[in-house]
């Protein structure tokens, strides 16, 4: 008859394959836990999981850094992962609601959330992501739509961008965002202009065709 009491912090489906094989021990690790290193131990068997989609990861990896003070480094060391990885899983708890929940049901890969995760526009992030869906996007097709977009805010104004007044330069942003994809605002000091939106395909217009008619 033992005297101790003992809890199990991982492995519990191994224990219970173990009793259902008839199995009378099975090996264990035993150590000791103060709560606070119980609750961390166990969140992190959770995350070992391989069926965990990428959010769920993300949100663990988060939990850790909120609840336990753990640094980048730290969580790496624990769950066995490059620190470059833990980072960009938990870039991806900022995104939007509707990104989120595309890549809860994988919908869009790590890949693809990793890219939109670079981008700083929320807007933009739930259009990209949609087109990912739709059109079947490749995570190489994404980073290129991305890496326009950022060289176009860089500074390559135009001069008539310049001229400008900032609520203008805003709606034409907010416009971009929109269509996900560069759109040219264009106006003469009588009121009258233009908005160009640029498509590369024909694949792309029908996209900026449903998205205004879903308005």
Do not use: W
């Not at 805010?153 to 971009?176: T, Y």
Request: with cysteine; hydrophobic share 40%; aromatic share 6%.
């Amino acid at each position: 008859m033992h005297d101790k009491a003992y809890q199990i912090i991982s492995g519990e489906r191994r224990y219970r394959a173990g009793k259902l094989a008839g199995l009378a021990e099975i090996p264990a690790y035993v150590r000791l836990a103060n709560d606070q290193e119980l609750l961390e131990m166990a969140l992190i068997e959770n995350i070992q999981r391989e069926d965990l989609n990428a959010m769920e990861v993300a949100i663990s990896y988060s939990r850790l850094a909120a609840d336990y003070k753990l640094t980048h480094d730290q969580i790496a060391g624990r769950v066995g992962k490059e620190r470059s990885t833990v980072t960009n899983y938990l870039r991806l708890v900022n995104l939007p609601q509707y990104v989120t929940d595309a890549i809860r049901d994988r919908r869009i890969s790590m890949g693809h959330a990793r890219a939109l995760a670079a981008v700083d526009d929320i807007s933009l992030q739930n259009a990209l992501c949609r087109q990912i869906i739709e059109e079947d996007l490749s995570v190489r097709a994404v980073e290129k739509i991305i890496s326009g977009y950022n060289e176009d805010r860089k500074g390559k104004i135009s001069k008539a961008d310049k001229r400008l007044p900032d609520h203008l330069r805003n709606i034409q942003d907010q416009f971009s965002a929109f269509f996900g994809t560069k759109v040219a605002l264009k106006r003469s000091e009588s009121g009258k202009g233009q908005l160009v939106v640029n498509f590369g395909t024909d694949a792309e217009l029908n996209r900026l065709i449903d998205a205004i008619e879903k308005q």
